[in-house]
C-alpha cells in the first residue's frame, strides 16, 4: 500500500492542480462573455419635471413596451441627498431597457445639482451593467438635468456616452408668467433669442462644449392653438430656442410640434403622438 501511495498522492496532486486551473479558467470565460453582453446594453432613461415623479414617465415606458421596443422597465429612485437606489434588473436578456427616474426632491431648481443626480444615476447603471452608452429623455425640468449635466460631466471619458436625446417642452429660456410671456420671445434665423435669461446664459457654454457629431436630438414641444404659441406653460420659442445651444454639434437635430388640446404642457407625457414619436427615434 505504500508503494502505490507513493505513486497515487502525486497524480492525485497534478490532477487536483488541473481541475483548479480549468474551473478558473472555465469562470473567467463566463464573467467575460457576460461582460461582453452587458456592455451592449443601451438603456434610456427618462426624467420627470417639477413637483412630478417617475408616474408621468409611466405612459412613454408602457407605451414602448407594449410596441416591443423594450422588455423591461427598471427604476432609479434619487435620494434627497443625490443617493441612487436601483429597483428592478437588467438582465443580460434586456432588449433596450428603460430607466423611469424618480427625483426624491423634485422641486430642485437648482440645476447644477439636478444635473450632479442624473451623473449619479449613469454611474450606478454603469458600476452594475458596465453601460457604455445610454439615452435620456426629459419632460419640462427634467431637460435641465440633461442639458446639465451634458454641460458638466460630457467631457468626462470615463462616462458612458449620450447616444439620443429627447427633450420635452424644455423651458431652456424662460417660463411663462415667470420670467417669459407669451409672443415675447424673438428669435432670430439660427435659433438665438433676442433677450436670454441667466440659465440660459449658462447654457451658451454648450456651443463649445457639447459632444461634437455624437448625440442624436429629438426636440418635442405643444402649442394649444390658442394663440399663445405655448403648451400653457412654455412658449415654443423658448423649447426651440434649444436649437441655437447645440444644432451645430449635433449629430442630427430634429424638432417636432405637437397640436391641439393634448398638446398642453402637463399632457404631453401622455399624448400618444408623443409616444410614436419615440418609438420611431430611439428604436427604429
Do not use: C
Request: glycine fraction near 6%.
Amino acid at each position: 500500500m505504500t508503494k502505490y501511495k507513493k505513486i497515487l498522492i502525486p497524480i492525485a496532486f497534478v490532477l487536483m492542480i488541473f481541475l483548479i486551473g480549468y474551473v478558473h479558467s472555465y469562470k473567467g470565460v463566463t464573467q467575460s462573455t457576460g461582460h461582453a453582453t452587458r456592455s451592449t446594453i443601451t438603456p434610456t432613461l427618462f426624467f420627470h419635471g417639477y413637483g412630478s415623479s417617475y408616474k408621468a414617465e409611466q405612459q412613454m415606458t408602457h407605451y414602448l413596451v407594449e410596441k416591443g421596443d423594450s422588455n423591461t422597465i427598471i427604476r432609479s429612485n434619487v435620494s434627497n441627498q443625490g443617493k441612487v437606489k436601483l429597483s428592478g434588473v437588467i438582465d443580460k436578456k434586456a432588449k433596450n431597457p428603460l430607466v423611469e427616474v424618480n427625483y426624491e426632491n423634485n422641486r430642485n431648481t437648482n440645476y447644477y445639482q439636478d444635473g450632479q443626480w442624473m451623473k449619479n444615476v449613469i454611474v450606478a447603471l454603469q458600476k452594475k451593467y458596465e453601460i457604455k452608452e445610454f439615452n435620456a429623455v426629459g419632460h419640462s425640468m427634467g431637460n435641465m438635468s440633461i442639458v446639465f449635466y451634458v454641460l458638466d460631466h460630457s467631457s468626462n471619458d470615463k462616462l458612458p456616452k449620450l447616444a439620443k436625446q429627447v427633450n420635452i417642452a424644455g423651458h431652456f429660456n424662460g417660463i411663462l408668467r415667470m420670467d417669459d410671456k407669451a409672443n415675447q420671445m424673438v428669435l432670430d434665423s439660427q435659433g438665438k433669442p433676442q433677450k436670454m435669461n441667466a440659465t440660459y446664459q449658462e447654457l451658451l457654454k454648450l456651443r463649445t462644449s457639447y459632444p461634437n457629431n455624437q448625440v442624436s436630438v429629438l426636440n418635442i414641444f405643444g402649442d394649444k392653438n390658442d394663440g399663445s404659441h405655448s403648451d400653457g406653460s412654455v412658449s415654443n420659442a423658448s423649447s426651440q430656442s434649444l436649437r441655437y445651444l447645440i444644432s451645430d454639434r449635433t449629430k442630427s437635430y430634429k424638432e417636432l410640434k405637437i397640436t391641439g388640446k393634448d398638446a398642453q404642457h402637463s399632457k404631453l407625457h401622455e399624448n400618444t403622438v408623443v409616444d410614436q414619436a419615440l418609438n420611431h427615434f430611439l428604436f427604429e
